[in-house]
């Protein structure tokens, strides 16, 4: 029960959290150079925009991976009650993302010389956008029907231990 959803959020989780680690990567080293004040480098270039942008992919990216982290033990388990833990992330993830891709649309549409670095990071941000919510997606997808995973309101776990059977174990 559940396997159609773990089978189609599984290898979306693995490329979300290559993705961030790209992400985290060519902001650190953008950022580092922005602070060094090294903006004439032909890989980073930059507009009134950028600082920002690049902080908030820095954290979209660190939040990404730390989701990644969260969702690779509820992918393992895959039960409810690591579903709110996965969900949780995911969704701080997520909206931290969001404001990245608002940074990385205002920086695009500020113009000026952006080098390389900086439109790659522009566009996995705007791509993990995208496929960050379809991953929450596909995590909620047991809501709807258990076939697609585990769903808030499992019976084995709603309702806490049979009274029938409390207090009968041993210690």
Request: include cysteine.
């Amino acid at each position: 029960m559940g396997f159609v959803g773990r089978t189609l959020a599984a290898p979306l989780l693995f490329l979300n959290l290559i993705m961030y680690i790209i992400v985290v990567g060519f902001a650190s080293w953008a950022l580092n150079h922005f602070i060094n004040g090294q903006v004439n480098h032909p890989g980073l270039g930059g507009n009134g925009a950028t600082l920002f942008f690049l902080i908030f992919a820095l954290l979209a990216g660190v939040i990404g991976v730390a989701s990644k982290v969260a969702g690779g033990n509820h992918i393992r388990a895959w039960r409810s009650d690591s579903l709110a833990a996965a969900a949780a992330a995911a969704v701080v993830a997520w909206a931290v993302t969001a404001l990245a891709m608002g940074l990385a649309c205002k920086e695009i549409h500020l113009g000026g010389y952006r080098g390389w670095r900086i439109r790659v990071l522009e566009a996995f941000i705007i791509i993990l956008t995208f496929t960050q919510l379809l991953y929450l997606l596909m995590l909620h997808a047991g809501v709807f029907n258990s076939r697609y995973g585990p769903g808030y309101r499992d019976a084995d776990y709603a309702h806490g231990a049979d009274p029938a059977h409390k207090g009968t174990g041993r210690v």
